[in-house]
């Protein structure tokens, strides 16, 4: 999609973080962390929410969980613990319609989140 940001991020015309990258997903550093670590994981597809993720991408979305974990291990707040979260739409709290996980660590997170 060409007015994407996080497709434009995949494909390098616009910098990032980068900490993570495959054929299929990207992880970067988010622009505004709400945690010591605050990382995007990307499908480098264009899916605008989890609503229109397709069933045949069911792998592709397991990737992203894989991602995550990979980065939380590169940053070495795989054992001390992290979040995986995705927002979706307006109550969600998505502002940005390209799914992405935000994988959140190095500080205790709180619950219920906001
Ligand atoms: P959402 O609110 O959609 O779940 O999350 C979007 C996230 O993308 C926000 O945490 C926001 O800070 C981050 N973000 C928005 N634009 C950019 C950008 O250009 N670069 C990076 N690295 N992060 C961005
Ligand atoms: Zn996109």
Redesign the pocket.
């Known amino acids: 999609m060409e007015s994407c940001?996080f497709c434009k991020?995949a494909q390098g015309e616009?910098p990032?973080e980068i900490l993570y990258e495959d054929e299929q997903v990207v992880a970067?550093?988010?622009?505004?962390p709400?945690a010591p670590v605050h990382v995007?994981v990307i499908p480098r597809r264009h899916i605008a929410t989890l609503n229109e993720a397709p069933a045949e991408e069911a792998e592709l979305v397991g990737r992203l969980s894989l991602a995550a974990a990979e980065v939380a291990r590169r940053l070495r707040i795989d054992q001390s613990g992290y979040r995986v979260v995705m927002?979706c739409n307006r109550d969600g709290?998505?502002?940005?319609f390209h799914i992405?996980l935000?994988l959140l660590g190095g500080r205790a997170m709180t619950w219920p989140p906001g």
Request: hydrophobic share 45%; proline share 0%.
């Open positions: 940001i991020i616009i990032a970067f550093r988010d622009i505004h709400q995007l927002n709290g998505q502002t940005v992405h935000h």
